[in-house]
Each structure stands twice: as C-alpha cells, then as structure tokens.
C-alpha cells in the first residue's frame, strides 16, 4: 500500500515537472530544426543560430536589453543599497511600515506598473514641454528641448524603479542579521561614518547586495510588459523584439534567440543559489580549515602592500564600465538617423546595411503589431518615428485626422517606377502622402487533402461540411469582411442590417461547431501541421505556409467566385517628422527596383514597383536556379483581371467601427 | 585621587516626553576604575553613549580634559569602547580584528593624514593580544572563538589604539559565572597595568563592588550615589541604593534624637545624627549585622518562618510583627521557633526619607525576590528600536 503510494506521488512529481519543463524542452529542440516549421522536425542545424546572431534586429535589441539591465542594476543596486541602509536608521514601526511599501511594486501586475509609468512619463512631457517653450520664449541663452518622447532613458528609469525593490528586499535582511553595533565599533575605532560603511557595512551586507543585484539584472533581462509601456517607440527591447516577432509566426530564430535567453537566466540563477548554498555551508561549519586556493589568493590580495593593485583595478573596471557606457550611448547618438516603423517580418534586412552604408544615415528600424497598436501609440504621443508602412485604411484615418505629412515627391524619383494601378488609390486620390510599399490579397487556404475537390467559395468557411475544420481568422474586420462578401456586400457597407447579416452568417457557424477557433498568428502551425482544412489570410503567408507544409499537407490558395480583399501598405511620413530628408532618402531607396525585388523574395508580398514585378521571375530563377512557378506567382501578385474582382477597405464612420466591435465582443462570449 | 578626565555637567537626554538622563552632574579622574550600576533602563548605557561621541545630550555639556566635547564626533575621541556582545567585524580574523583602529590613517600633529607603517601595526597588535593571552590565536577567524577569547579579542581591538579612556558595556554579561569570575580579575589587571581609565556598565552589583574605584548607581535616569564601594555598601543614601547593593532589611522608623532611633515602638543606638526630632527615616540593617539571641534576651522578638542553608551561613527570614527580616547568621533556627535579636550600633543605618521609601527592604515574598536576582539581564539589542533611539537600556 506505502510502497504504491510512493510510486503515485513519484508518478505526479514526474508529471508536474513534464508540464513544467516540456514546452521549454521543445522550445530549445526546434531551435536546432532544420526546417523553419515549428511543428516538423526536418533534422538538427545550427542555422537558426547563425543567422540569429546575423539578424541585426535582433543583436541591435540585445544590445540595449543588456545596456538597460546593466545600467539599472548598477543604479539600483547602489540607491537600493543606500535605501535600505537608511530604512534601518528609521524606528522599527516606520522600518516595518516602508518594507511593506517597498513589497507592494514587486506584487503589483506589471501592466499596472507599465501603464503608470507611461502615464507619468508623458503628464511630465507635457508639462516639460510647456516650461520649456515658456523658458525658451523668455530667453534665448539656453534652449530647451520642448519636445521629449519616451525612449532609452525612460525605459531605464522605469527599469531603475522596479529593480529597486528588489534590492532592498535581499539587502535588508543582511542588515537585520548584523550587529548593530558593528557600526558604532567602527566608529570607535576611528573610522567615519563613509569609512565604517566601506570596511564594515559593505563586507557584512555584501552576500545580500550581491544576491540584489543579480536578482536585479534577471528581472531587467526578463521584463517585457514595463519596457513596452515606457521604452518608446524607437527602442525595443530583446523581449519586445522576440514579441513582435512572434506576430506573424514563431520562427525557429525566436526559438533560438528564448533558448539563449532561458540559458542565460538559468546561469544567472544557478550561480546565485550556489554563492547562497556555499556561503550557508561555511556559516555552518565554522571551524578552521584550510582556506581554499581563491581565498588564499583573496587574502594575499587584500593584505595592504596589494592596495594600489587592488585600488588600480577597481578604478580600471569603474573606467572600462563608463568608457563602455558611453561608448553604447554615444555611438548611436552622433549619426544621422532615420526612425523607420513597419510590421515584423516586413523588410529583407540586407536592405538597411545598404542603404546605411549607401547613405551614412542609421536606420532605426522598429515594428508595431497591427495598424490599431500603430494607430494608438501615435496618438499617445509616444513616437518619433518619420516613416510609418500603415495600410490602406489606416492611412486615410490619418490623412483625415492631419497626422501626416505631405511628401516631397521630387526628392523621391523613384515613385516614376510605382505602376499605375497602385496610384491615387481611394485612400490618398491624389496621391500626396504615400508611396506604396507592399501589396496582396487576402484569400482562402485549404488543404485539398482534407476536402473534396476544389473550394471556390467563402462558404467554405461557414460549412458544417468542415465542422471543427475551419479557421477563423481572428481580426472583426477580416472575419465580417469575408461574410459581407459571400453575401454579396460591399466589405465598406455602413447598412447596419448587412452588417448583422454578415454577423447572424458567422455566429450561426459558430453554433453549430464549424469553427476549430479563432487564429491569427497560429494559422501557420495548423494549416502547415494539417490540423485544419481551411482558413482565410494573405497570399504572402500561404506561400510561406507552402514551403513549410507536412508531408501529406496539400496546401491551396483561391480567390473565391464571390471575390476578396486586398490592400496595399504605403510608406508615409508623420507631420513634424525629425528627419524629414532622411525620410525621403529612405522612401525613395525602398521604392527602388533592386530593393523591390530583394523585399518581395524576401517578405512573400508583391512590390507596386512596375519594373520589379516583371523582373521577378528572372530574379527568382537566377537566384535559385529553378523556374519560379507562374501559378504561384499569380497567387503572389495578382494580375489585374483577379484584382478588379477585389475590394479595399476604407475607413468606417465611427458608428459602424462601435457595431463591429460589439459584435466581435458578442460572438467571443 | 589624580586628576579630572571626565566631566559630565547637567546632562539631561530625553526622546520627546520621555526623560533617560536627568540633570547627570559627574566628573572621572584620570586612571579611575569607574562603574555605573544599575538595573535596566536607569540610563547607565546613555551615559556611556554619550561619554563615547554615539549619543549627543538634549542639555548639557561633556567635558574632556576641560575641553567641552558634545559635538566631537566618535572617530575623533580618544575613547575606545568595548561593546556588548563584542560587536566584533565578523569577516575578520583575530589579528585585522585588533588592528583594525591601527590601519585607519590618521591626522598627525600637521593635520596631514598619515598610516602607520605595516611592522608597527604588526608589533602593536602581538603585543596587545600577549597582553589579552591570545597569542597564536592571530589567524582564526573570529566566529571560531569560544565567548571569553571574543571578549579579549574586543578589549584587545579597543586597547590598541592607546585610549585615555577605555568604555566597557556590560562586558562580561555574556560569559558564565566562572568565566566572569576570571574575567573580572583580568579587566582589572589590564587596567592597572595599561594605567588607563575604564567606565565600566554593569547591572551585577557584585561585579561592581569587586573592580571598581568608584561606583555609581543609578536610576530612573538619575545618579543615586556615587561613592567607593564600601561607602556605598555601609553607608547607602536611601532605600533604593540599600536594596539595590546587597541584602538590606529597609524598616520605617522615627528619629527620636542624635543617636537614637525607634523601630517597632522600640528605641535603639545608632550613630547616626542630624535629622530632627521625631522626623521620620528609613532604617536599612544588613542581614549581617543582627545577631540571634535567646527570646528573652532579645531588643525584638519574632519567629521564625523559614531557613536556607547557603553554606558559609544560614538564610533566616523572621517575622517581627508582620514584617519580614532576613537574617544571615551561622547559627542554626529551626523554622518556628521563637528568637529574639540584638543589633549592635554601627549595624543601624539611618537614610533620609526618599520616592524609594516602602518599596524595598520586606522579605515577605523572599523566594521570589530572591529568584529575579539570580535572573540574567534580558539581552536588549537583539531587536533595537533603531541605531539612534534605542539605547535605553
């Protein structure tokens, strides 16, 4: 009986650990997968490494990740320090009462702690701003800067705020445990007080500052929610980078990029617990011993004739630390730079090393997730982008609401090149604000391996023929859009009872169990895995998809009878944009043949650019050595009698975005 | 004696409403073995903070040599202190431990900050740890020291540095009775043959009497007497001093005359004089100074109500109408059994009237009494209200 109950709770400890451990276990094998699927495993290769520590996005985030954590751990290990130093001189009563202050950041959900810091951020800008046009006005000695935007510096300040805490959470108890008197017997003996915290306070508290720090540094490394509230709009964090990468899909590169990541953690982690451990053990056993190699050498080190050995090394790391700092600082501050923000996914890289070293502008290149987070992080004023890639709807909002600028088209002579079909489009009729960027439509993915013959039809997705099959994709204007559609309205319709039509069309699927769930960026692993039959998404995706299918997976792409979306993302400038030149430059080198034709091998979307689309195919052949499969190219680029049979979105009234909305909350309950 | 080191005048010490020192008039002459004494909380430990630079007084001033010292801070004072519990730096060994205060460069005659050469510290230090018999002891860490070699080790740490004056927080109130008994003669051999000041806190009154040139005792904030050891034994100013040094019977009497003084209605010789007629005093007469005689024989008689042996004497509680003596006598009473006693002259000693009178001198509850004597001083410090505020001890 004993001996079966040891087995169970041997069995459910195994358990627990496997559920603990596996999802990062497979995280860390398909780091190492050949292939790009994340649910395939195509043999064991580095390349996901290798071209993780190519991806300049990628090194670019880590960089400030490692700036921003070693910075505040520095500033909070010493103010952290200092604090709870100060907490001890305090009563008990008010001590107690602080230390359950101090906890409360540290319980706090970090979105409350982000969304505050933001808050605070900009009230204090926008008071700034006031002062400083104000001081400006009444002298002209000094100028202020009378526009500040959120960006490295409050992104560490905010990181310096809730590392604190946690430093004074390990240091405090160090100073509990020491004898007070310890501090009076140093000043008894001469010391003052800086010096008896040198030679006394630091060595007895030290095991805690240490702990505090690296404690520090992990939570740093690891945040992503306060980083993303407080960092801007042109610093992105290694978190931040790694999220807006998983937009689109989970590459094996973000694998390999979090399994780096959890390692270095681990390390962190690990090497805390055994300094703790080790210390523990010697407290315990306090009889003499032989002291230990290092201790040895430690000890022959602090004897008084290593003094200027030891002070000359300190000072060197206090120098090589500065030099450092201001090193990474000041190499991005002093280039001409133009801030580019786009989707994830959404450029071939190479593009902005030429066009850096075409141009000696730095490009710093960010990625927002939708044209919504777009939309809002414009309006809190959080941004210093100059160049935005919204989409067609989006951009008409903004046009209307003056958030953009009009373009200097004689400074972009490459807009000669965009075809004629991709001008004056409803959203910029005469074209003043945009140059197109990217194109596609947005079509129906099923597996003809798990459907009879040909779809054709929206009403693919809405047939209980399919049940549990269908994927719907999770996006109010898409999903509506493809159900309008069927139906035979305009996907722009502001009739109210078409609207609901659309709606009763996809909540009487919804009811009867034809939809497997609502997707966006997992309609790659499903369609790819097999999992699902159909789906609606963008022709760029489904050749992506294609490359990555399963053995047995038969992937298709239509655009139905009934017709589709599509859409175009065009490179505009924001009003009042800093680099406004460098802007153009910028434009007029992405509206380029060449760049056209890398980017459309690279992102899967077709180009605007007349010349690439007709050069593609030869492009892909030489590059590849194999002819480019003209079907499939139709897919990509549509030809003109496939895409009259389209419709682009426009921006809706207010009132008809409110329904959409109600009804997308309602169909989710 | 010798000289005036110390002064301490009208220092008064108070957090908010609450008073620790009250008005401290007390001067230390130099090489003077010095104690204050008294029971937790009379502000011993603050007097001591403040003579080390650790506390400043509300009012009043601190005088060294003459010199008005109030804001000297601690590192400037030539003052070393030996802390309760040590307060040794516990990432040090023994010998960094002592040469510590050596290694602190210091301001020489032209204000110029200068360290001592390394062989001086290293012959100061072995000469200090000879003198606290701790040779060869140099390299341990100091957690592996047993308690009395953590004493040394802290005198030796506070010694080094050539004090005027050495400060000792209840020293030996960590160590067991024997080790405290050694300690005791150690202290006091260091201290005659370093020729240096000590002040000395301690709440064991034993202690006091042992060591010391001069004792203080305190309470509530206030010097109750100062005086050498025996003055303050034979001659205690009032109920508080007489209970607080040994054994006391505390008795209400009248002054009938110079001379006389009448107990339980009954007159007796004393030596004393100066009160007035018929004023009423405190009669203190020490459990030594009554000899047991037959009932009859007696000038009061009572019975007897219990007996300890203690060795050298008995411990012999009698009641005399109600009140209860105790009596130290090397003849044996059985319990209840009538006796009667005679108290010569000079074992009568008349105190003025005082707050303290009623308070003390009964025997009535003497087990326990006897028990919370016996009761170390609860350790303060473990949880000390903060660095600045709590030093009432």
Known sequence: MKRKNRIGSRLFIGLTFLFLYLPIFLLIIFSFNAGESSAVWQGFSLDWYVSLFQNRLIMESLYTTLLVSLLATAISTVAGTFAAIGLYSLGKRKRDALLVVNDIPMMNADIVTGVSLCLFFVAFFQGWGSFARWFNGVQSAIELPERLVLGFGTMLLAHIAFNIPYVILNVAPKLRQMDKNLVDAAQDLGCTWMQAFWKVILPEIKPGIVSGALIAFTMSIDDFVISYFTAGSSTSTLAMRIYSMTKKRITPEVNAVSTLLFLSVLVLLVANNVREVRQERRAASQEIREPSFFEKLSMRFSQPSFNWVRRGLTGAMACAFIVVVVLLTGATASQPVVNVCSWGEYIDESLITQFEDMTGIRVNYQTAESNEALYSLLKSGGADYDVIVPSDYMISQLIEEGMLEELDYSQIPNFELIDQRFRNLPYDQSNKYTVPYAWGTLGLIYNAAMVDGELDSWGALYDEEYAGQVLLINNSRDALGAALIHLGYSVNTTDEAEIRAAFDLIADASRRGVFQGKVMDQVFQKMEGGNAAVASYYAGDYLSMLENQADGVDLRYVIPKEGANWFVDAMCVLKDAPHYDDAMKWINFMASTDANLANMDYIGYASPNTQALEAYPAYYEELYGEELDPELYEIMAAPSHVLERCEMYTVLPAATRKLYNDLWIELGA | ?393
């Not at chain 2, 802290?154 to 400060?167: E, G, K, Q």
């Open chain 2, 1 to 393: 004696m010798s000289k005036e080191l110390i002064r301490l005048r009208d220092c008064v010490m108070s957090y908010g409403d609450e008073v620790v020192l009250d008005h401290i008039n007390l001067y230390i002459n130099d090489k003077e073995f010095l104690t204050l004494l008294g029971p937790s909380g009379c502000g011993k430990t603050t007097t001591l903070r403040i003579i080390g630079g650790f506390l400043s007084p509300t009012a009043g001033d601190v005088l060294f040599d003459g010199v008005r010292i109030n804001d000297v801070p601690p590192h400037l004072r030539t003052v070393n202190t030996v802390f309760q519990r040590y307060a040794l730096f516990p990432h040090l060994n023994v010998f960094e431990n002592v040469a510590f205060g050596l290694r602190i460069p210091k301001a020489d005659g032209s204000g110029r900050k200068v360290k001592l050469p390394e062989r001086e510290i290293h012959e100061r230090v072995m000469e200090m740890l000879e003198v606290v018999n701790l040779k060869g002891f140099e390299k341990r860490p100091v957690s592996a020291l047993s308690g009395g070699q953590q004493q040394r080790v802290a005198i030796a740490r506070a010694l080094v540095n050539r004090p005027r004056v050495l400060l000792l927080d209840e020293p030996l109130g960590a160590l067991d009775m024997r080790l405290r008994k050694d300690m005791q003669n150690e202290l006091k051999r260091i201290q005659q043959e370093m020729e240096i000041t000590f002040i000395y806190v301690t709440h064991d009154q034993e202690e006091a009497l042992a060591m010391s040139d001069t004792v203080v005792v305190m309470d509530g904030g206030r010097i109750q007497q100062i005086g050498a050891p025996e003055d303050i034994y034979n001659e205690p100013k009032n109920a508080f001093v007489a209970d607080f040094i040994g054994e006391s019977n505390i008795i209400d009497g009248i002054m009938r005359a110079d001379g006389v003084v009448e107990i339980f209605n009954r007159k007796f010789q004393c030596l004393d004089k100066g009160f007035a007629k018929d004023e009423p005093v405190d009669v203190v007469i020490r459990p030594e100074d009554v000899d047991i005689v037959d009932e009859a024989a007696g000038q009061l008689r009572g019975t007897v109500t219990s007996v300890t042996f203690k060795g050298v004497h008995y411990d012999t509680i009698v009641d005399f109408y109600g009140f209860k003596w105790l009596i130290q006598t090397t003849d044996y009473c059985p319990v209840d059994s009538r006796i009667g006693i005679k108290i010569d002259p000079d074992g009568i000693h008349v105190m003025k009237k005082s707050q303290y009178s009623g308070m003390f001198g009964d025997y009535s509850s003497y087990s326990e009494e006897y028990e919370e004597l016996d009761v170390p001083e609860p350790e303060d410090g473990e949880e000390r209200d903060s660095q600045e505020g709590g030093y009432e001890d």
